[in-house]
Antibody
Framework: EVQLVESGGGLVQPGRSLRLSCTAS????????MHWVRQAPGKGLEWVSG????????GYADSVKGRFSIARDNAKDSLYLEMNSLRTEDTAFYYC????????????????WGQGTLVTVSS | EIVLTQSPGTLSLSPGERATLSCRAS????????LAWYQQKRGQAPRLLIY???SRATGIPIRFSGGGSGTDFTLAIARLEPEDSAVYYC?????????FGQGTKVEIK
């Protein structure tokens, strides 16, 4: 069974940084593209970033480009999201999501999701 | 980017009834119909229901079916059950960035 477990969320002040992690199990992590999708409380879903199986291809939503950085460590079955210069509008649940293919980094359906970690940006 | 508009905003139906949810795209979703549907129950992560416009994801009951093409897509839920109470989102992954609709809430009376 595919399992994705996010961690690292919390309360942070505007302008500060935070690093999210996602640990995967139940599948061969290194064979698939991975993504971060966020959801502001009570709102809809927004794709944030995606990374191909070998990290060669990476994409970001315009709303986070230049501030967020995605990375993965296939040896540790882990996905990361480094978030810098955080804004109040970045407040959301952040979900780690698995793509169906190795290279579906820029646009993809998401066939498995973690339970999410809440990031609250507030002074 | 492609904007997806879902209707209605809320659907309130009784168990056993059929639900029909609509998703309209601002531009044509390409010929492979890269359109997916997700179910999100309160307090839970989204779950993939339908992809490629009409293929059911693993473990999804046959009561759930997808259809449509071009710019107009539907999700049908035959014979509603109490556990179908959730928000349903459509998503296009035909062009980057992939985008989601704003959701349709299905309430079971």
């Amino acid at each position: 069974e595919v399992q994705l477990v996010e961690s690292g969320g919390g309360l942070v002040q505007p302008g500060r940084s935070l690093r999210l992690s996602c640990t995967a199990s139940g599948f061969t992590f290194g064979d698939y593209a991975m993504h971060w999708v966020r959801q502001a409380p009570g709102k809809g879903l927004e794709w944030v970033s995606g990374i191909s199986w070998n990290s060669d291809d990476i994409g970001y939503a315009d709303s986070v480009k230049g501030r967020f950085s995605i990375a993965r460590d296939n040896a540790k079955d882990s996905l990361y999201l480094e978030m810098n210069s955080l804004r109040t509008e970045d407040t959301a649940f952040y979900y780690c999501a698995k793509g169906p293919y190795a290279s579906s980094w820029s646009t993809s359906r998401f066939d498995s999701w973690g339970q999410g970690t809440l990031v609250t940006v507030s002074s | 980017e492609i904007v997806l508009t879902q209707s209605p905003g809320t659907l309130s139906l009784s168990p056993g009834e059929r639900a029909t949810l609509s998703c309209r795209a601002s531009q044509k979703v390409n010929s492979s119909n890269y359109l997916a549907w997700y179910q999100q129950k309160r307090g839970q992560a989204p779950r993939l229901l339908i992809y490629g416009e009409s293929s059911r994801a693993t473990g999804i009951p046959i009561r759930f079916s997808g259809g449509g093409s071009g710019t107009d897509f539907t999700l049908a839920i035959a014979r509603l059950e109490p556990e179908d109470s959730a928000v349903y989102y459509c998503q296009q992954y035909s062009s980057s960035p992939g985008t989601f609709g704003q959701g349709t809430k299905v309430e079971i009376k």
